[in-house]
Nanobody
Framework: QVRLVESGGALVQPGGSLRLACEVSVSLLDIAAMGWYRQAPGHQRELVATLPLISTPTYTNSVKGRFTISRDFAKNSVDLQMNSLKPEDTAVYYC??????????WGQGTQVTVSF
């Protein structure tokens, strides 16, 4: 059974930073790609960043230069460092694991709120 558990969501002021973590119950080396998505109220879930196992990260345009996705093998997690946060970054953030078979797994989500 593959389990993903997100953490790190919080209320933060505009311009602030947060680091989200997605702990995975299987080896990161067995996962073809990890991704962070977000869903704001009234909006569809959107891809924020991906981290393929054997390629470079990709980011949606709105977070380029502000967000960084990375693996932490010590914690067996995939983290999303978010800097220079804006109110429009407010959403529930989800991580996804995609295996070479095409099967995907999701975490339960963590709330990020950017506001004064």
């Amino acid at each position: 059974q593959v389990r993903l558990v997100e953490s790190g969501g919080a209320l933060v002021q505009p311009g602030g930073s947060l680091r989200l973590a997605c702990e995975v119950s299987v080896s990161l080396l067995d996962i073809a790609a990890m991704g962070w998505y977000r869903q704001a109220p009234g909006h569809q879930r959107e891809l924020v960043a991906t981290l393929p196992l054997i390629s470079t990260p990709t980011y949606t345009n709105s977070v380029k230069g502000r967000f960084t996705i990375s693996r932490d093998f010590a914690k067996n997690s995939v983290d999303l460092q978010m800097n220079s946060l804006k109110p429009e970054d407010t959403a529930v953030y989800y991580c996804q694991a995609r295996f070479a078979t095409g099967r995907t797994y999701w975490g339960q989500g963590t709330q990020v709120t950017v506001s004064f």
